[in-house]
């Protein structure tokens, strides 16, 4: 399954089975969150739910007129999928499960954290989605909401201010023939665990 694992730019317009959404969400649930706090929440978006949001994505995805046409059909080709998943993460469920008694901190000091894993954790919740769309015999691909855009995905989908998107997965069948933009994968190979990984020391 991890093998087979890759972004899909292009989906058809073919359905997804009854219960593929619920399964690709049970997955997520089973991530690991610091504290166990659990400070993430997804936005399902199942067929035309999820117009509004290629709408926002693609009035900022060109810049200039050489552009507009591969940001079109890159839009057009995402688009038709079926389900859109946003993770969201909330760093006030973590700053309070950290303030309880067990965990030994007084106080929601943010300065505590040495990273911040309420992105963390819905990453990994995201990834899970990912895998389990590959488990389905399903294409997914996760991509960016920039940070200029994300007042108006709240404003669209009623989206509290404290939760934020780390990203969005589209998922559908996967339409190879569509599937023609540019892609890193395709011009960058993969690096190897030599230049990766430092036993011992670096």
Not at 56 to 80: D, Y
Not at 87 to 99: E, F, G, H, I
Not at 106 to 122: A, F, L
């Amino acid at each position: 399954m991890i093998k087979r694992r890759k972004m899909v730019r292009a989906f058809t317009s073919e359905p997804l089975a009854p219960g593929v959404t619920d399964r690709l969400l049970r997955a997520a649930n089973r991530a690991p969150s610091a504290g166990f706090s659990q400070g993430y929440s997804f936005l399902v978006l199942e067929g035309e739910q999820s117009a509004p949001l290629w709408e926002i994505l693609h009035q900022e995805g060109a810049s200039t007129a050489a552009t507009e046409a591969a940001v079109a059909a890159m839009m057009a080709a995402m688009s038709r999928a079926p389900l859109v998943i946003v993770p969201l993460a909330c760093k006030d469920v973590y700053l309070d499960r950290y303030a309880r008694p067990d965990k030994g901190w007084t106080d929601r000091d943010e300065s505590r954290w040495p990273v911040p894993y309420w992105y963390i954790d819905t990453g990994f919740t995201a990834l899970l989605i990912l895998l389990a769309a590959v488990d389905e015999g399903l294409g997914a691909a996760y991509f960016g909401i920039q940070p200029e855009l994300i007042p108006r995905f709240r404003t669209r989908f009623g989206v509290p201010e404290q939760w934020t998107p780390i990203g969005a997965i589209a998922v559908g069948h996967p339409d190879p023939a569509g599937d023609t933009g540019p892609s890193s994968a395709r011009s960058i190979a993969r690096k190897g665990l030599d230049e990766l990984v430092h036993r011992g020391q670096w």
